[in-house]
T-cell receptor, first 110, second 113 residues
Framework: GQNIDQPTEMTATEGAIVQINCTYQ??????LFWYQQHAGEAPTFLSY????GLEEKGRFSSFLSRSKGYSYLLLKELQMKDSASYLC???????????FGGGTRLMVKP | ETGVTQSPTHLIKTRGQQVTLRCSSQ?????VSWYQQALGQGPQFIFQ???????GRGNFPPRFSGLQFPNYSSELNVNALELDDSALYLC????????????FGPGTRLTVL
C-alpha cells in the first residue's frame, strides 16, 4: 500500500525559515517530488530527490533519507507569497504514478 | 504557465450524467496523467496515457475512462456521475524517462448536484 504523511497546517513569520516534513511508506520508490499549490491553482514543481541527501534550489531545499522513508522541504527567507499548500509525492517503480500526501497548508504572517 | 491547458474550467452536472474533460499537453510531451483532487486533499492518481495506451491506473472504478490522441492531447470521461465525483480534475504532461517531471494544467472544477 501507499501511505504519505505530512502536517496539515503550519504557520511561520515572514523572513523566517520553515521545515515541512514528509514521511512515506510505499510499495515502490522511484523518486520524491515537492510541489507548491496556491489556492485555486495548479501544483507547480519545486524539487526532486531520488538519492539520499540535500538538494538546494535558491530559497528552497529538499532532503531525502530513503532508509527512513523521510523527506523535508526547507523554505528560507519566507515571503508572504510563500503562503500556499505544499505537496509531497512519491513516484512508483514503474515511473508513471505519483502518490501525493494530503498537503501542508503554510500560512506566512507579517 | 506550464503550457498544459484544460477545458472546461468549471462544469456543473447532475448525478447519473456523463462528462468529458479535455487536456492539451505541453509541446514535446508524450505522456498525460490524470488526477482527482478533492477539496483540502492531495491529488489522487486516476490513470496515465502514453502513446495512446493506458500506462498505469489508480484505484478508480471503470466508469472513469480515458483516451489519448496522436497529438498527445487527452480526454477523461466519467460515466454515471456520483456526488463524490465533485472535485478538481488535474491533468499533467511529461516525457517518458527517468526524470519525467510532471507539469500540471490549471484543472477543471467539476460539481455534481
Amino acid at each position: 500500500g501507499q501511505n504519505i504523511d505530512q502536517p496539515t497546517e503550519m504557520t511561520a513569520t515572514e523572513g523566517a525559515i520553515v521545515q515541512i516534513n514528509c514521511t512515506y511508506q510505499t510499495s515502490g520508490f522511484n523518486g520524491l517530488f515537492w510541489y507548491q499549490q496556491h489556492a485555486g491553482e495548479a501544483p507547480t514543481f519545486l524539487s526532486y530527490n531520488v538519492l539520499d541527501g540535500l538538494e538546494e534550489k535558491g530559497r528552497f531545499s529538499s532532503f531525502l533519507s530513503r532508509s527512513k522513508g523521510y523527506s523535508y522541504l526547507l523554505l528560507k527567507e519566507l515571503q508572504m507569497k510563500d503562503s500556499a499548500s505544499y505537496l509531497c509525492a512519491v513516484r512508483d517503480n514503474a515511473g508513471n504514478m505519483l502518490t501525493f500526501g494530503g498537503g501542508t497548508r503554510l500560512m506566512v504572517k507579517p | 504557465e506550464t503550457g498544459v491547458t484544460q477545458s472546461p474550467t468549471h462544469l456543473i452536472k447532475t448525478r447519473g450524467q456523463q462528462v468529458t474533460l479535455r487536456c492539451s499537453s505541453q509541446s514535446g510531451h508524450n505522456t498525460v496523467s490524470w488526477y482527482q483532487q478533492a477539496l483540502g486533499q492531495g491529488p489522487q492518481f486516476i490513470f496515465q496515457y502514453y502513446r495512446e495506451e493506458e500506462n498505469g491506473r489508480g484505484n478508480f472504478p471503470p466508469r472513469f475512462s480515458g483516451l489519448q490522441f496522436p497529438n498527445y492531447s487527452s480526454e477523461l470521461n466519467v460515466n454515471a456521475l456520483e456526488l463524490d465525483d465533485s472535485a478538481l480534475y488535474l491533468c499533467a504532461s511529461s516525457r517518458q524517462g527517468t526524470y519525467n517531471e510532471q507539469f500540471f494544467g490549471p484543472g477543471t472544477r467539476l460539481t455534481v448536484l
